[in-house]
């Protein structure tokens, strides 16, 4: 174990809260909705003479707090256990922790509401002493109306588990501001420079009370950022430095489009006093932040402007993630739109298909589709998955999908001897692992009816839902998924298709969720299906995916559905 991942424990986020924790300087850690810690940070195990082995677990209150002899303390004299209960942030002093060797640790403290993702709350704990205020070295003394100490750490701990735990930058920015208003300011304003080195206003937020309100008209389009300007923006937005500004700095002759801009900024907002510093990314500048004050009266203070730039720079590493991450989704999505088929027109029969990419989308998936006629007037239907969520699974799927065309439009076989080539050459001639396929053939029987013969490789069975609402699944010919290597002969099997009915073919990742069983996920999807089968198939497709798809899925999904006429 590393030594983040040994202060964790019940799931949480090792790499975000983590880095919160140790960037936060004092004594920290986190607990749960029932007051057991499941986080703690290197100072906190040195301040009270505990491992994290500990202390992970353990109930905080009665585990640490004392009275000012050691005695255990009821909970309810516990100041902290009475405001962590009120779930509102708040501080104390003159309080007492317990430390492994039995002595008492005078501690000053905070606590916060805590974000550690997956809709779960938590609560951060900040302490000190005054022998171990977790800072060296003497500070300026901070403006009457700064944060103390112990809330500048707690908000940097807060800002970087509430930004590195989103992708979306839509959503870092939402957070960013509802970190700094009205906490820091009464004004938020954020500017990015775009991929093609143009400035957009993006953000500019005004607190009306506790609520962060947005200026839409004081957003939009900028001018480019000058090369010399020694205006503070223009500054911000080369990288160079933080300053601090007010209306005074732009009331002579401007020298840049950018400081236009902000002389109008300052008179639309009111704002008597700015700090505007650069966010910035691992490899560019992305833009700059804006704090002003217009109700708050004190101003901004040179000793203002390092807690700031700290927040900047944690935004910034959340906003060149959360780009890269949708930059990555547009490439999967792209490829993955390109190597799924168009699906042909059936004389007679209604089909329509559907591929969601998985919430990580930054991976290509290995599911497919495909349908195309064949020779002999019938028309194939494939459905598959390929194993793995990368560049590979995708390539393979794409292999695997174009062979199969080729033996299928050439071999006049059922479609078992078909999948047996196609395994056979899988397995030679690719380098897919595994992969789990249904493949059959629909064409119309001597009576007129609709016939479908397939063979199924270790693949969810396909649907079949009468116009009545009758919901079966087509359980024979199943055999094993290919890539095995075991040389079995493939079943194959046959059934007609009623009038009305509909046929849905689907992957896993539509009926699947962590912690449930695949008879649940069946269950749910024949219910559902059922209850949809009077619906045109456009719409009965994409309310069986809203419906079924479970909330917590982590894996692409495709499905094909094909409805036989009335007859």
């Given at each position: 174990m590393t030594g983040s991942e040994h202060r964790e424990g019940h799931g949480l986020s090792v790499p975000?809260?983590?880095?919160?924790?140790?960037?936060?300087?004092?004594?920290?850690?986190?607990?749960?909705?029932?007051?057991?810690?499941?986080?703690?940070?290197?100072?906190?195990?040195?301040?009270?003479g505990r491992p994290a082995t500990e202390l992970l677990g353990q109930d905080a209150h009665d585990l640490l707090h004392r009275g000012p002899q050691g005695q255990q303390l009821p909970r309810t004299q516990c100041a902290m256990r009475q405001a962590f209960h009120a779930g509102h942030p708040a501080q104390g002093d003159d309080d007492h922790f317990a430390r492994a060797d039995g002595s008492v640790l005078p501690v000053s403290w905070l606590i916060t509401p805590y974000d550690i993702g997956d809709r779960r709350a938590a609560t951060l704990?900040?302490?000190?002493?005054?022998?171990?205020?977790g800072t060296t070295g003497p500070?300026?003394?901070?403006?009457?109306?700064?944060?103390?100490?112990?809330?500048?750490?707690?908000?940097?701990?807060?800002?970087?588990?509430?930004?590195t735990s989103t992708l979306d930058v839509d959503e870092a920015l939402r957070r960013l501001v509802a970190l700094v208003v009205p906490r820091l300011a009464d004004w938020a304003i954020v500017d990015l420079i775009t991929e093609r080195d143009e400035v957009w206003r993006t953000v500019v937020v005004h607190a009306e009370g506790d609520t962060p309100v947005r200026r839409e008209d004081l957003q939009g389009p900028m001018p480019p950022i000058p090369e010399e300007s020694p205006m503070p923006l223009s500054r911000a937005l080369r990288g160079v430095a933080s300053t601090l500004a007010g209306p005074q700095t732009y009331q002579g002759t401007p020298d840049s489009g950018i400081a236009v801009e902000q002389?109008?900024?300052?008179?639309?907002?009111?704002m008597h006093s700015a700090a505007i510093a650069p966010i910035r990314g691992p490899r560019a500048v992305l833009g700059a932040l804006t704090l002003g004050r217009t109700e708050t009266p004190a101003a901004f203070a040179p000793v203002d402007l390092p807690l700031i730039e700290d927040i900047a720079r944690r935004a910034g590493l959340a906003l060149d993630n959360a780009r890269l991450y949708q930059r990555q989704r547009k490439v999967a999505e792209t490829m993955q739109n390109h190597l799924l088929p168009q699906m042909p027109g059936l004389q007679g029969l209604e089909m329509n298909v559907r591929y969601l990419p998985a919430p990580d989308a930054s991976h290509v998936g290995g599911d497919w589709y495909d349908a195309f006629p064949l020779p002999d007037t019938s028309t194939a239907l494939a459905i598959g998955d390929v194993v793995g969520h990368d560049l590979e699974a995708a390539a393979g799927m794409a292999q695997v999908r174009n062979?199969?065309?080729?033996?299928?439009?050439?071999?006049?076989?059922?479609?078992?001897?078909?999948?047996?080539?196609?395994?056979?050459?899988?397995?030679?001639?690719?380098?897919?692992?595994?992969?789990?396929?249904?493949?059959?053939?629909?064409?119309t029987a001597h009576d007129g009816h609709w016939q479908l013969s397939w063979t199924n490789?270790?693949?969810?069975?396909?649907?079949?839902?009468?116009?009545?609402?009758?919901?079966?699944?087509?359980?024979?010919?199943?055999?094993?998924?290919?890539?095995?290597?075991?040389?079995?002969?493939?079943?194959?099997?046959?059934?007609?298709?009623?009038?009305?009915?509909?046929?849905?073919?689907?992957?896993?990742?539509?009926?699947?969720?962590?912690?449930?069983?695949?008879?649940?996920?069946?269950?749910?999807?024949?219910?559902?299906?059922?209850?949809?089968?009077?619906?045109?198939?456009?719409?009965?497709?994409?309310?069986?995916?809203?419906?079924?798809?479970?909330?917590?899925?982590?894996?692409d999904v495709a499905l094909l559905a094909l409805r036989v006429p009335e007859g």
């Open positions: 975000i809260t983590s880095a919160a924790l140790e960037a936060v300087g004092a004594g920290a850690y986190v607990v749960d909705e029932q007051g057991c810690i499941i986080a703690v940070n290197a100072r906190a195990e040195e301040l009270l704990v900040v302490f000190h002493t005054p022998e171990h205020p500070r300026p003394e901070p403006p009457a109306r700064s944060l103390s100490e112990l809330q500048r750490l707690a908000l940097l701990a807060e800002t970087t588990a509430q930004l002389g109008r900024l300052f008179q639309a907002t009111g062979m199969l065309r080729a033996y299928a439009w050439s071999q006049h076989e059922p479609p078992s001897r078909v999948v047996e080539r196609l395994d056979e050459a899988v397995q030679h001639i690719t380098d897919v692992a595994m992969a789990t396929m249904i493949f059959g053939r629909i064409e490789a270790g693949h969810p069975p396909p649907l079949l839902i009468s116009r009545d609402g009758l919901a079966d699944y087509l359980t024979d010919g199943h055999g094993i998924l290919l890539g095995t290597q075991t040389g079995l002969r493939r079943p194959d099997a046959t059934a007609l298709l009623p009038p009305g009915s509909t046929l849905v073919l689907y992957t896993d990742g539509l009926i699947e969720a962590p912690g449930q069983s695949l008879d649940t996920g069946l269950n749910r999807l024949r219910q559902h299906a059922a209850a949809l089968a009077h619906r045109p198939l456009i719409s009965f497709t994409d309310q069986l995916l809203r419906r079924v798809r479970p909330a917590d899925n982590d894996d």
